[in-house]
């Protein structure tokens, strides 16, 4: 430890990022296994890109690597806080027990919701809270949100928990989306934030890195609700961390930048299934990469145009906490552009093919 205390801040980054990115590799394997013996299996069904059973759960190698490497490595360097680094542990444990479980037992909606604010609570409780949002026409850019600050925290995290959650429809497309936005919030935070965000980053984009190469397409594993719950809560809390305790500009706006992909597609889903009078947890096909594959795009290249749109969205953050608001307000302008296209377009010709 006290060799780690010593060395350059840049190095224990490198060293945080490949022991996250090793203990999932080595890790993953073993995920595979118990998987299989808890009958954490998906099987397969319409929405689904697979015709034979996959084991689940593979997330748990992703929460293994981050949460080990982040143990032994978070403590060492500038800007730990004890009480808001387990928040983060303790909420990201219990997200992870809740999602195994339900790739297992299949639990209800309503039952994840009511952990998933558990865990957010003991995020806001341990000291982590939103306390400022950007606003340009506001004196100063920013606004104080105050006491409402939690409540925004809870929905943040919630929310997001869920987003990255929806994504998970195609091999290896949230964990690539999951690992562009951790290696924005590390750059953002190496220059802004303190170093202890920069670890965390590094070490949930290993994870994520070394959990890759056995769920991308064709995927040997599924990271289930274990892994993208988990990732979108340990997203949403790092984002708060990291962000709104640095640079004044750089607030829980840059985090929905950043996470921009998750975030729109989770909302047009939504406000898709209340148009056609579905719940909001029903499964269809609306989503940006099950429309990319329908219209005859292969699996693979549907991920990397994903992973494309994500990384923009990415470099949009970043230039916004540069200040470089125009670059990135025209880059997110183009995609928003192109999306709703898309969506207006495949609407069009699907009440063509009805009429006809």
């Known amino acids: 430890m006290e060799l780690l205390r010593s060395m350059n801040i840049n190095i224990i980054y490198i060293i945080a990022f490949s022991m996250a990115f090793g203990i999932t590799v080595l890790a993953t394997p073993f ?9 954490a299996i998906d099987h397969p069904k319409a929405l689904g890109v ?24 978070a403590p060492l ?86 987003a990255v959650n929806f994504l998970d429809g195609l091999d290896g497309l949230a964990t690539g989306v999951a690992s562009i936005a951790s290696l924005s919030f590390m750059i953002i935070s190496f220059i802004f934030g303190p170093p202890v965000i920069v670890v965390l980053a590094a070490a949930l984009a290993g994870s994520c890195l070394g959990f890759l190469p056995h769920n991308f397409n064709p995927a040997k594993i599924f990271m289930g609700d274990t892994g993208s719950t988990f ?18 500009v750089v607030t829980v706006i ?40 329908d219209k005859g795009i292969s699996h693979k290249r549907a991920v990397l145009t994903m992973y494309g749109v994500s990384g923009c969205f990415g470099i949009a953050g970043i230039l916004f906490a540069l200040k470089d608001f125009f670059l990135a ?15 207006l377009y495949t609407n069009h010709q699907n009440k063509k093919i009805k009429s006809d």
């Open 31 to 39: 995920s595979k296994k118990l998987a299989i013996k808890v009958g």
């Open 231 to 248: 990732l979108g809560f340990t997203l949403a809390v790092i984002s708060i961390q990291g962000l709104t305790k640095s640079y004044t």
């Open 50 to 73: 697979h015709d034979k059973p996959m084991p689940l759960a593979g997330g748990s190698a992703i929460v293994t690597g981050f949460i080990v490497t982040s143990l032994l490595i």
């Open 254 to 293: 840059v985090g929905a930048i950043v996470l921009g992909l998750p975030i729109f597609d989770t909302s047009f889903a939504i406000i898709r299934r209340l148009v056609n009078k579905q719940s909001i947890y029903k499964g269809d096909r609306g989503h940006l990469h099950h429309r990319l594959v």
């Open 329 to 343: 307000s025209l880059i997110i302008g183009i995609i928003m552009t192109v999306w709703l296209g898309d969506i």
């Open 77 to 162: 360097v500038g800007g730990f806080i004890s009480m808001e680094f387990f928040g983060l542990i303790i909420g990201s444990i219990i997200i992870t027990i809740v999602g195994f479980l339900d790739d297992i037992y299949q639990l209800s909606p309503k039952l994840r919701i009511f952990f998933q604010i558990l865990a957010a609570l003991i995020v806001v409780f341990s000291g982590t809270s939103i306390e400022i949002l950007s606003w340009p026409w506001a004196n100063g850019g920013v606004i104080q949100v105050g006491s409402i600050g939690n409540v925004l925290t809870v929905l943040w995290i919630v929310g997001l928990t869920n």
